[in-house]
């Protein structure tokens, strides 16, 4: 490969390097790292020698990547993706703590179609709930087959 080709692998993959900062996602930072291995790997004459040379870049990496969360000049970058705030109590952020273990195989009415989840009616009281994966038709008979935390898991009894 001449030495254009090898010096376009490195540029390309420092580009997308710098590119995977502004959209994220690992595509394009995972194709950036790719083609810096590709450069490496065809610039060099053994085989032994490019494993330790990319060994060395992604040792690189990874130490640039853990020193910029330490260093001050960098620390603001890593605080733009980060909450500051606390979620409190006071501030109106609440955890669900009812337990709807009681409601376990118990009877209702789908109030509406569950496409799997919904709404649904039982002894009065209106809860989300989700369906085994078929869908259900408004007004069916339903049973509570599992609860896990605040997920309810229904089966269909009898269609309306």
Sequence with gaps: M????IIALFVLGI???ILEIFVPG???GLFGIIALISGIMVSVDSLALGLFL?????LSLLGLFALSFRLPQTRF??????MKTCQTQE????????????FLNKQGIALCQLRPSGTAEFNGERLDVVTEGAFVTSGSRIKVIAVEG?????RLITPP
């Design 2 to 5: 001449g030495t254009g080709s």
């Design 15 to 17: 580009v997308l390097l």
């Design 26 to 28: 690992g595509i394009l």
């Design 54 to 58: 990319v060994g060395l870049l992604l």
């Design 77 to 82: 970058i890593w605080e733009r993706f980060s």
């Design 91 to 102: 501030d109106g952020y609440v955890s669900p703590k009812r337990s709807y273990e009681t």
């Design 150 to 154: 605040t997920r309810i898991t229904v």
